[in-house]
């Protein structure tokens, strides 16, 4: 049984954690031009102690026994009404800590990153200090304990993300772009906030404790109902399924942005949400149904979209919709899939950081320019980007001894663990995935030069390159290094549980077969890619091709499903309020009797038209009052 | 006589009163059946006070005079205000807030 | 029968009294002082007799006493009511006295009776001729508001329901710019209002009739004791709300809603959308709990029809408003929906969360018009949206509190709207009201659209021509101003004291 322990010692800082980057935020954002030469460091500096703190409290975790590893501290009475409560408190356990070394780390190496990336905008300080925001937000949602702080932390990264994608204010592309994240996201925080009431009502608490200690009690309608309602969040904020549609646009934003949070951090804020209510999807086994089968679409989806973009940055976000496909599949999965989930989440958030800051890279040196197939034999020109961008594609691939082998495999033997065919069809997509990446590393580093007349593709500054080697060691050895040495399943099992069932064949079948299909995708992806001349102008490609160019026609659906019947309905609505006679005529007929003849012929006065309007709503509130009184 | 023949009476002036409003254009003739209800509601107070057998509603009818009084002179000013600036007492021609 | 006098307490009733004392002075001055000492003297009695008017408040913080012969009652909840209206007055009047913004001077006709357009009116502009009549008109509305939220009967009611009103009929016409928007906007406001107080009145008969009584306390009796089979107190009931109901600007009653927002000078649109809500409120609540608690479950569906349907038209038609004054009559609406959620939980947490919101709301509506006074262009203030595009870029520091009130409105995290909302939407839970938060969810998402689309014009648009500019105000606006920011934020971050008072505060007194 875990035990709960005040914050003591080193944990005594864990609201630092927090307010570090948020006060870095705030100085910087109120701070104006006269912080715009120091601004930046102090942005990078919050966020390096913030992750210096982290690690200490890693340390001091690893000291104690593994029951004795959840910590609370509270740091004020937020809201206590009657018999609602909340605290504003924080907890960190095993979970929690290693989100937040992912985002202090890798946030800090991006952060540094950003530092040359940025060097010539102007408005580099308003950067760094929305960059500081996000990190607190993020920070704030996996170290709350409670779902309604956890809330708080939700609309702040949402805020963050839309801040930023938004960054470009000058593109009209990019201002669409942050509108249509931060809609679809409101989607799902109405799916987070309808979830977290249904559980107050259901457990009297929001708390993860009492929510989780009286699962048992609670029948499973209503726990079905959280279920997807949460996973609504998850998918809106991972960019799942059927709410995906956002995170291609998002590339709009800054290279470093998409690196932090729409390949590392934010993104799998869902798979966090779906890990942490565990015991809820436990005891909801339609719900966690419903999670693998949004988590497959997905995977399948993102692969497909990242196999027909030819700009570099909106491949690696469908390669991350299908990746984050991934972990989302293993955490439906059960006790056997949350640790995988996790741990894919840990090494994806360091290689696919990686590949993002190389991709930057890569479009630093060629005047901003992303599109692939004006790309080209760069590997002699950036040794460097190129090397740990190899680092990144072998992690991603999954071939051993990278980081990606190991978590991907794990998940893929779990599927297995629980039927054979959804384990089938993740390998299938781990062959798809061989196949686009490289189609991306062909197009981009082999082949000839398809340079434009005025680009001369150079390496990036040191500012830039140290992140990315740091990030390529990570991509080679974090996964070995949590599996065997971090032992990831057993650090996490308290608080997400793990169990493993046998499976009908050997391991190490599973293993050949995924390498195979991996070789084989990729095979394809380097005859097509490299061996063969790219042409600088698309071709047209089948149905599928021109399909996922289209987002798979994410958009399109949006379109006609929401935001037609919305305006349309809008318009509806005002011309009923305008010609509310027309209206009410019909309505009131019956009660005013010829009345309605003499005011259809009379000229629409609007006062009294209102005037009507208020003897109708009366007329029908009255009515409707008798019914109720003699029903 | 029977005092519910008052309360009758009185919705039928209400009922007047309320059809005064939405059919009348002339921003008067409105007002006056807004008063037209207003008294309506006086002779249910006094009816009503006469069946219940206490002075509660003929206190009422009282402040509802005072009141109306009020609100004449109020109303009056805002439909002259607007008279000598439209050069019609109508209350269709004001018609720019819409929408 | 003997008369005996009624016991008066007159310490809590002393907030009323000041008020009501200085709106007589303040008319007497309007009558007698010369005209160059005239705003002096209102603006010391205005703002003297609004602190003095707290002050008392807060030294009452622990009456509950029946007074007048029972037609006030001083309780907790009206405690509440009344201090809010009384600080949300001072802000508003701080917005209306306001004189830096308008090269003229200030936002109101020079002469309310003069022609637009006319000789007179140039004139008078020409000489810098500036009226006060708007201060004792404020102070008799505030005057209405406290009786109406202290009313123990259903006269008293009617009548604080009229003072509220007659002033405000006549502060919304009485804008120095676009003056034929602004009588308009008084006409249909009288009229309107008029015939709604003509159905409050005519349903406090029916109840009266059927109660024998028009204390509220005494009509809650009578409808347990008497056998209950009598419509004639339900239509009466039904009537009767629609007075509150129309100043709540609850759909079917909301139509004039967004005509005044956009007709009247903005500070009194300032004023009034921030106190008459919560004066509206309060005694909508006294009337639905006190007088007509024993018969929840026939009133109850009422109130939910009436809360869908202000919740989704008024989000929904806000949504292609081009007017930001008109737009937020549209929002007004919609809140109003919200709010009635909490109200329909008629339950002790219905009551602490729907003031909880009106009080947040309150001060971020002040706080909203404060700044909409601020943003002009050559033909004074710039309400069109379009003009508002890349204002973010000019003044960063303005747009960016508009933005906090309009995030705060649509009920993101860490603002005072969050928390409104989420507790209001609680309350309903617990009460069994599941699907009418589910509706009010679905419509605060449609309703952060057009709140969000404000913040991506200001921030995200690329400034043209069009884009207005912001005025620096004096210190009455910027007062105002930084109170909606400050309170926005406790609110949002650190709601707890407010709450605590609000519980203490108990139950309304039977």
């Known amino acids: ?631 | 006589m029977n005092p519910a023949n008052y309360i009758l009476l009185s919705a039928l002036l209400f009922s007047i009163g309320a059809i005064g409003v939405l059919v009348r254009r002339n921003a008067i003739i409105v007002f006056m059946s807004v008063e037209l209800m207003l008294n309506s509601a006086n002779l249910a107070f006094v009816a009503f006070a006469r069946m219940n057998g206490n002075l509660d509603g003929q206190v009422v009818a009282f402040f509802v005079m005072v009141v109306a009084a009020a609100e004449v002179v109020v109303g009056l000013a805002i439909i002259v205000t607007i008279f000598r600036t439209r050069r019609s007492a109508s209350i269709d021609e004001p018609n720019l807030l819409k929408y | 029968m003997n008369f005996t006098p009624p016991a008066i307490d007159y310490f809590a009733l002393s907030p009323m009294i000041v008020i009501f004392a200085a709106a007589i002075v303040s008319v007497l001055v309007e009558a007698f002082a010369p005209r160059t000492i005239r705003r002096f003297l209102q603006l010391l009695i205005v703002f003297g007799a609004l602190l003095t008017s707290a002050v008392l408040i807060v030294l009452n913080a622990g009456t509950r006493t029946v007074t007048g012969g029972g037609a006030v009652v001083i309780d907790g909840p009206a405690l509440v009511m009344m201090g809010t209206i009384v600080v949300l007055s001072i802000l508003g009047a701080a917005l209306m006295a306001e004189r830096s913004i308008d090269p003229v001077g200030d936002s109101f006709a020079a002469r309310a009776s003069s022609l637009p357009g006319s000789e007179d009116e140039r004139q008078l502009t020409q000489r810098g001729y500036l009226q006060t009549e708007i201060w004792p008109l404020t102070l008799f509305a505030v005057l209405g508001m406290l009786l109406f939220v202290t009313a123990n009967n259903l006269l008293l009611m009617f009548v604080a329901l009229e003072i509220i009103s007659l002033p405000l009929y006549l502060m919304t016409g009485m804008a120095r710019r676009r003056r034929l928007l602004s009588q308009e906007a008084s006409l249909k406001y009288f009229l309107l209002g008029v015939f709604a107080s003509a159905f409050y009145l005519y349903g406090a008969a029916l109840v009266y009739g059927y109660s024998g009584s028009i204390f509220f306390p005494e009509i809650a009796q009578s409808l347990t004791s008497k056998p209950s089979e009598s419509i004639v107190v339900f239509i009466g009931m039904g009537m009767l709300i629609i007075g509150p109901l129309f100043k709540i600007g609850a759909v079917p009653f909301h139509q004039w809603v967004p005509d005044v927002y956009q007709g009247a000078p903005t500070a009194v649109v300032g004023f009034m959308a921030a106190t008459v809500k919560v004066a509206a409120f309060g005694a909508l609540l006294r009337i639905l709990y006190v007088a007509f608690g024993g018969v929840r479950w026939d009133w109850d569906p009422l109130i939910w029809i009436v809360a869908v349907a202000s919740m989704i038209l008024g989000s929904i038609v806000a949504l292609l408003q081009t007017d930001i004054k008109r737009l937020l009559g549209y929002s007004w609406i919609a809140q109003a929906g919200f709010i009635l959620v909490g109200l329909a939980a008629a339950s002790p947490a219905g009551l602490e969360s729907t003031m909880f919101y009106v009080i947040a709301y309150g001060f971020a509506t002040v706080g909203t018009f404060a700044v909409i006074s601020m943003v002009r262009d050559a033909n004074g203030e710039a309400t069109n949206l379009a003009a508002w595009a890349g204002i973010g870029r000019k003044s960063p520091l303005v747009a960016s509190a508009l933005s906090l009130f309009l995030l705060g409105l649509a009920g993101i995290p860490l603002t005072s709207g969050f928390v409104s909302k989420f507790a209001v939407f609680v309350a309903a839970i617990e009460a069994g009201a599941t699907w009418l938060v589910i509706i009010g969810v679905i419509a605060s998402l449609i309703a952060a659209f057009f709140y969000v689309r404000i913040v991506v014009i200001m921030f995200f648009a690329e400034p043209t021509e069009q884009t207005a500019s912001v005025v620096v105000p004096s210190a009455f606006t910027t007062i105002s101003l930084s109170a909606g920011v400050a309170v926005t934020l406790i609110l949002g971050i650190f709601p707890q004291p407010v709450l605590d008072m609000l519980s203490n505060a108990g139950l309304f007194l039977r």
């Open chain 1, 1 to 631: 049984m875990t035990e709960i322990l005040p914050a003591e010692g080193v944990f005594s800082l864990l609201w630092v954690l927090i307010a570090l980057p948020a006060a870095g935020a705030l100085i910087l954002l109120l701070g104006g031009r006269r912080t715009n030469t120091w601004g930046p460091y102090l942005g990078i500096l919050t966020v390096v102690g913030s992750a210096v703190i982290a690690v200490l409290m890693l340390l001091a975790m690893m000291a104690e026994p593994a029951e004795q590893r959840t910590v609370i501290q509270n740091v004020y009475d937020w809201v206590f009404v009657g018999s609602f409560q909340v605290s504003f408190a924080l907890q960190l356990d095993q979970l929690s800590i290693v989100f937040v070394l992912l985002i202090t780390l890798v946030g800090a190496l991006i952060f540094i990153y950003s530092l040359g990336y940025m060097a010539h905008d102007p408005d580099r300080r308003k950067f760094f200090a929305y960059l500081n925001l996000f990190v607190a937000a993020m920070l704030l949602l996996v170290l709350a304990n409670n779902y309604l702080l956890l809330y708080v932390g939700w609309e702040g990264v949402g805020l963050a993300s839309y801040l930023l994608i938004g960054f470009w204010q000058r593109k009209p592309t990019a201002a669409a772009a942050a509108k249509k994240a931060f809609v679809i996201n409101r989607v799902g925080d109405v799916g987070l906030s309808v979830a977290i009431m249904l559980i107050f009502v259901t457990f009297g608490s929001v708390t993860f404790q009492d929510v989780f200690g009286q699962v048992g009690e609670a029948n499973e309608g209503t726990l079905t109902a959280i279920g997807l309602l949460l996973l609504l969040a998850a998918a809106g904020k991972s960019a799942q399924f059927p709410l995906q549609a956002w995170l291609l646009d998002a590339m709009e934003g800054p290279t470093p942005v998409s690196a932090l949070i729409h390949a590392a951090t934010m993104v799998t804020a869902g798979v966090y949400l779906i890990a942490r209510s565990n015991a809820i999807y436990n005891a909801a086994t339609w719900a966690a149904t419903a999670v693998v089968v949004v988590g497959l679409i997905t995977i399948f989806m993102g692969a497909i979209i990242g196999s027909a973009k030819d700009d570099i940055k909106k491949s690696l976000a469908g390669s991350t919709m299908s990746q984050i496909g991934y972990m989302v599949f293993a955490a439906g999965l059960g006790p056997i899939g949350y640790v995988f989930a996790i741990f894919h989440l840990l090494t994806h958030g360091v290689f696919k950081a990686g590949l993002f800051l190389g991709a930057g890279s890569v479009m630093h040196g060629m005047n901003d320019g992303v599109n692939m197939r004006r790309y080209g034999a760069l590997k002699g020109v950036m040794v460097i980007t190129f090397i740990t961008f190899m680092a990144g594609y072998l992690a991603i691939i999954g071939i051993p001894p990278f980081s990606g082998f190991w978590s991907k495999d794990e998940i893929i033997h779990a599927a297995f663990e629980r039927n054979s065919i959804i384990g089938a069809a993740a390998i299938l997509a781990a062959g798809i995935t061989g196949f686009y990446m490289t189609r991306m590393v062909a197009m981009t580093f082999f082949g000839k030069k398809r340079w434009e007349d005025d680009v001369h593709p150079h390496e990036s500054p040191k500012v830039m390159t140290i992140p990315l080697i740091i990030l390529a060691i990570g991509s080679t050895f974090m996964g070995m290094a949590l599996l065997f040495w971090g032992n990831i399943e057993y650090w996490l099992e308290p608080v997400v549980g793990y169990e493993s069932v046998p499976t009908p064949l050997p391991t190490w079948v599973y293993i050949v077969v995924t390498l195979v299909v991996v070789i084989i995708g990729a095979i394809i992806g380097w005859v097509t890619y490299a061996r063969k001349d790219v042409p600088i102008e698309a071709p047209r490609g089948n149905l599928l091709t021109r399909a996922a160019r289209q987002d798979l026609y994410g958009d399109a659906i949006n379109d006609v499903l929401v935001v037609e019947p919305t305006y349309k309905s809008a318009h509806a609505l005002t011309t009923f309020d305008n010609k509310a006679v027309d209206g009410f005529v019909t309505w009131t007929a019956s009660f005013v009797g010829d009345l309605s003849k003499r005011l259809r012929r009379s000229q629409t006065g609007f006062a009294r038209s209102y005037a009507l309007s208020m003897v109708g709503g009366a007329i029908i509130l009255l009515v409707a009052l008798i019914l109720v009184r003699l029903s």
